[in-house]
């Protein structure tokens, strides 16, 4: 091999470990992987009994026959290095979920968040969910009975959408 191969196949190794390192570096943040849901519901820090799921599931059955919407469960252990906030819109987004209402428990950060579409907003306001995890969540969150908050706070927002989301559908 001449010394222009050699000096070239350099400069080629090079550029090649760069895009590497590049591709290392950026690979995390982009390969973002959250929890799978099975009927919108994920239970990756495995905290919810069966008789919750089967609850939001049958919940969800009549919401999304009468009105197309549906209360959306993801439970993890951490969001990591992400808000609560930041994490709950990335899983909100990864399920491409519609007309919803998603609660995110995080059980290792002691956190919780609602995130709910933006035609769901017209009906069921922050404040309004604010105050449903307050009546309804957040002193079981506290007290340790996570999943007893869970499926009264699901409840509760199952049966406020199916009451109040004829309203946006018929706008």
């Known amino acids: 091999m001449n010394r222009q191969n050699k000096v ?8 090649l470990t760069l895009a590497l390192m590049l591709a290392a570096a950026v690979l995390p943040v982009c390969a973002a992987s959250y929890p799978k849901p099975d009927n919108f519901i994920a239970d990756g820090a495995g905290i919810l009994s069966e008789a919750t799921v089967r609850t939001i599931r049958n919940a969800n059955d009549g919401l999304e026959d009468k009105v197309g919407a549906v209360v959306a469960v993801c439970t993890v252990s951490t969001t990591g290095d992400s808000s609560i906030g930041e994490y709950t819109r990335a899983v909100f987004n990864d399920w491409r979920l519609g007309e919803s209402v998603l609660l995110l428990i995080a059980v290792d950060d002691m956190n919780y968040y609602f995130l709910q579409s933006t035609a769901i907003d017209k009906v ?7 105050q449903i995890a307050k009546d309804y969540l957040e002193a ?10 869970v499926m009264k706070a699901t409840s509760k927002l199952a049966s406020l959408n199916g ?3 004829p309203e946006v559908k018929a706008e």
């Open 140 to 149: 079981d969150f506290t007290g340790g009975s996570i999943d007893t908050g």
């Open 124 to 130: 069921l306001t922050n404040e309004e969910l604010q």
């Open 8 to 15: 070239i196949a350099k400069k080629i190794a090079a550029v």
């Open 163 to 165: 009451s109040r989301l």
